[in-house]
């Protein structure tokens, strides 16, 4: 990874002057895996930092660039200082990021010796490769950027492309395996969470489940709400089942693979027994004998 070698600093020394987060936290993820959602929630909970990809190697160069960065190890220094939000630092990056920012697991965890760690991912491997084959098809990523009336006519223009959906697969696979590998290697015990899971909890609730596990304070009742919806239609389904019936064979090896990694996923009971307000609903009374 390079980083700009003409860079300011005098203000990098002034960024410096200010305090680090105390709390630092990685989540591991894969495209479609439900991570610009939860990057929102935390953003807006002004507890959880901002989880975002500022080790994707697209968006380093013009990062670096802004902070005065002219190293990595300046980079960290910038980040946990101009992204200390209520003393926390929060990134997003898969498995591919982690490669190419970091050259390799060894780097990374020197500067992330400490912190916290959350695995994202999607249960449904086939129904990722469907909305990542739509998703580069038609460029529509995410609903905050595109219309639901824009959605549905993009659907008159997709095709189903087996081959597009394999490669996609076989994409997010091989992240997961260098995820997993990491995980093992380093003896980390991460928060697993899914994209099937969190979708289904109120904001608030995640929030306050995602603060509880960092040892955060508690989340204030969240700014706004998400324009983060679900764009999947009918057709990710179709597509999906026609990919699981043409390629059973190519499916079995990694869906047995992956049922390992599937069911340590938090159940997040816990988190779905909290009110919209992220606080512990009460137990029902119990039933009165007569």
Known sequence: MRFPPDVDKAQFAALLRQPPAHRCYAVFFTARSGSSWLTDVAARSGVLGLPDECFNPRFVPNMAQNLHAASLDDYMLALRRRRNIAGCFGCELTAHHLRATFGGAATFMRYFDGAKFIWLLREDIVLQGVSLMKMQQTRISHLPQSS???????DNTVR????????????????????????ARYGLAPLRLSYEKITQLPEQALAQYLADYLVAPKVPPLSGRS????????????????????????????????????????????????????SKTPAPPPAQRH
Do not use: C, M
Not at 148 to 154: D, E, P, S, V
Not at 165 to 173: D, E, M
């Open 160 to 183: 189903y492309d087996a081959a597009a959906i394999k490669r996609w697969i076989t994409h997010s696979f091989q992240a997961e395996e260098r995820t997993e590998a990491l995980l």
């Open 148 to 154: 639901a009336q824009a959605i549905g006519h993009a």
């Open 227 to 278: 324009a983060h919806k679900r764009i999947a239609t009918a057709l990710n389904t179709e597509y999906a089942a026609r990919f699981r019936q043409e390629e059973a064979q190519f499916l079995r090896g990694i869906t047995q693979t992956r049922w390992r990694w599937v069911q340590k996923v938090a159940p997040l009971s816990a988190a779905a027994d909290r009110d919209e307000n992220g």
